[in-house]
């Protein structure tokens, strides 16, 4: 996220009493644009159609890649449908692990475990994938559920995915009176506002400054995220 002076506010009445805290995993946990833009490049190129720069391809990061598809590249649903198993098969093994946690944010997730706060992944990336870029930095075992987009698409919206990490937060016995949402672009905002759930966005993503409006608060660093969720 384009650091902005406008986005370095936290809400000081922002409650740091948290039951359940979800995550998003592109731009909040780790950067994995490089995996995600080249995989891309790779599917335009496969479905003989203009690259898009780099630039234009950092768009697609954040969103369901199918709506991201007929938004951004201008296709029509079938067209949008071929694209998504294209990437997939390009995105698939060591393309997805083309990625690194971002500094701070192994730690602070073992502290909100070891705190005894559950945490949900919540993720708009096919939820397999994200079990596996978890597992491979031995980041899954604090995760009381993993979420992501379905295989056929059907869950894939940000608000559906925020909701089923919630349903199986609560079926795991968590407490769900006071969930946060921490994520880097409006639509965890977004999804997490269509669940009742207040968002804090943080600026080391891939958002914008025009995306700030739609958080309770904006962070910069791991250790004022922490600050937040763990007081």
Do not use: C
Not at 1 to 15: A, D, I, K, Y
Not at 194 to 207: F, K, R, S, T
């Amino acid at each position: 996220m384009v650091s902005s002076p406008s986005m370095r506010r936290v809400n000081p009445t922002l409650t740091r009493t948290w039951s359940a805290i979800l995550f998003d995993l592109d731009g909040t946990i780790t950067d994995s644009a490089p995996g995600i833009t080249n995989s891309l490049a790779r599917t335009f190129a496969l479905l003989g159609r203009p690259v898009p720069p780099l630039q234009e391809l950092m768009a697609y990061v954040g969103p369901p890649l199918l709506a991201a598809f007929r938004e951004y590249a201008g296709m029509t649903t079938d067209e949008a449908d071929e694209a998504l198993v294209v990437y997939r098969s390009e995105y698939s093994g060591a393309a997805s692990l083309d990625t690194a946690v971002y500094p701070g944010v192994a730690g602070l997730l073992e502290r909100i475990h070891d705190a005894g706060i559950p945490l949900a992944l919540a993720t708009s990336k096919p939820e397999l994938n994200a079990i596996r870029i978890l597992e491979h930095f031995d980041l899954a075992k604090y995760f009381t559920a993993i979420v992501g987009a379905s295989e056929d698409e059907v869950r894939s919206e940000k608000a559906d995915i925020v909701a089923e990490a919630l349903t199986r937060l609560g079926a795991a016995g968590a407490d769900l009176s006071a969930p946060v949402m921490v994520g880097d672009r409006i639509y965890d905002a977004e999804g997490a506002a269509a669940n009742g759930v207040p968002a804090i966005l943080v600026e080391w993503g891939y958002g914008s400054p025009s995306e700030a409006a739609a958080a309770t608060a904006i962070v910069h660093s791991a250790d004022q995220l922490g600050k937040l969720l763990l007081g």
